[in-house]
């Protein structure tokens, strides 16, 4: 019986285009207008502005709760600004970045974390899931949308994210397996930020990469520095291309850092030191970029002065379109699960509204 090496078929590689200082490598640097450049400065800066907004509504106690994504903004920003409105995008639950990318109006977002059923609505003509919170559910809907593509034999592609957690459900593994024998257009993009509440990526897994579980399923995987836009634009363009011309899915890793806590139900200083956090903060996605558009001669103070003016405008706006439409009443939780209430909600109902006459309280429309 013969013992010899399997020749892997599949790729496995790493990118990096601009690295933490800034540096580029100008032999992998993509020739993109003055235009797009700016447009992923620009919404990676709004981003960055929205999750602090929505951090600072949670703790005045204006919104519920919020799963905090400072640090990930160029995986967000590189990875759906190259799609076209009629792809799909598949969201967990920290993407705030790919929504508003999308065309998601800031109002519907925090109605999402202000605990409003309406901010579970996809916009009208808007090609994405809802914010989903169970963890790797994302990959099946990839990779059930991108086989609908397929099986209509459009040439669009469904892209979506998954967390390193959730690299270690079945849902995952069972996604990559379909999308890899039926070969679908589809992107899975693993935000790899290195923990998983308070699991640590070297607990999540014995793998070396996320990325090198792709081979096993057939299909390509790509480590990218996830806090590199320039990295993640190119190695999204290049799978989407792929799948859009019958090559079947990738799996990109993104590497990247959850500086903030997981949701603002959480203390991270109970599991992680401050040291780590703080070489993370200075492979900072926008210090980065900023440097890189100055260098380039596309962008100055004063652009930049004019842009934070625009986008804090552009958040108040949704924050107050919020905020004006509340008259909502609570009890509706009760009404739309079931056509015909069961009698264990119809008694959690009656319990409630007791509970409200008793203590006198008028709430709703
Ligand atoms: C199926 C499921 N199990 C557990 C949870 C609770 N939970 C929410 S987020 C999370 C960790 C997810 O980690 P990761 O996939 O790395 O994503 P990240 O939060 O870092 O974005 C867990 C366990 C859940 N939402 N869904
Ligand atoms: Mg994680």
């Known amino acids: 019986m013969p013992r ?183 992107i899975f993009v693993i935000t790899n930020n290195q923990w998983a509440i308070s699991v640590p990526r070297e607990k999540q897994t014995a793998s070396a990469t996320l990325a090198q579980k792709a081979l096993a399923y057939g299909m390509d995987g790509l480590q990218v520095d996830g806090n590199d836009i320039l990295a993640m634009y190119v190695a999204t363009q290049e799978a989407i291309e792929k799948a859009r011309s019958g090559g079947g899915p990738s799996l990109i890793e993104a590497v990247t850092y959850r500086v903030a806590m997981h949701t603002t139900a959480d203390d991270p200083k109970k599991y992680r030191g401050d040291a780590e956090v703080k070489k993370w903060e200075k492979r900072d996605p926008l210090i980065r970029f900023e440097k890189y558009l100055r260098d380039k001669g596309v962008l100055d103070d004063k652009t930049i002065e004019e842009l934070e003016i625009d986008i804090r405008d552009f958040i108040k706006a949704g924050v107050e379109a919020y905020e004006a439409n509340r008259d909502v009443d609570p009890r509706d939780c009760f009404d739309y699960m079931y056509n015909d209430m069961p009698d264990e909600l119809k008694a959690q109902r009656d319990e409630f509204n007791a509970a409200l006459e008793r203590e006198g309280i008028t709430i709703g429309h």
């Open 4 to 186: 010899k090496k399997i020749k892997l078929e599949r790729k496995l590689e790493y990118l990096q285009i601009l690295d933490d200082k800034g540096v580029l490598d100008e032999s992998l640097e993509p020739k993109l207008d003055g235009d797009l450049l700016m447009k992923m400065f620009r919404m990676m800066l709004t981003t960055r502005r929205l999750d602090e907004r929505l951090l600072n509504m949670q703790r005045q106690g204006r919104i519920g709760t919020y799963a905090p994504i400072r640090g990930q903004e160029a995986v967000q920003i590189g990875a759906v600004i190259g799609l076209r409105q009629s792809d799909w995008m598949v969201q967990s639950f920290r993407e705030p970045g790919c929504c508003v990318m999308r065309g998601w109006p800031v109002e519907k977002i925090i109605q999402f974390w202000g605990g409003y059923e309406e901010g579970c609505a996809v916009p009208e003509g808007v090609n994405d899931t809802p914010i989903a919170v169970p963890v790797a559910s994302q990959c099946p809907h990839i990779m059930g949308i991108a086989w609908g593509m397929k099986m209509k034999k459009k040439d669009d592609v469904a892209l979506g994210f998954c967390g390193d957690g959730g690299t270690s459900e079945g849902d995952f593994h069972e996604a990559m397996t379909f999308a890899g024998v039926y070969k679908v257009p589809a």
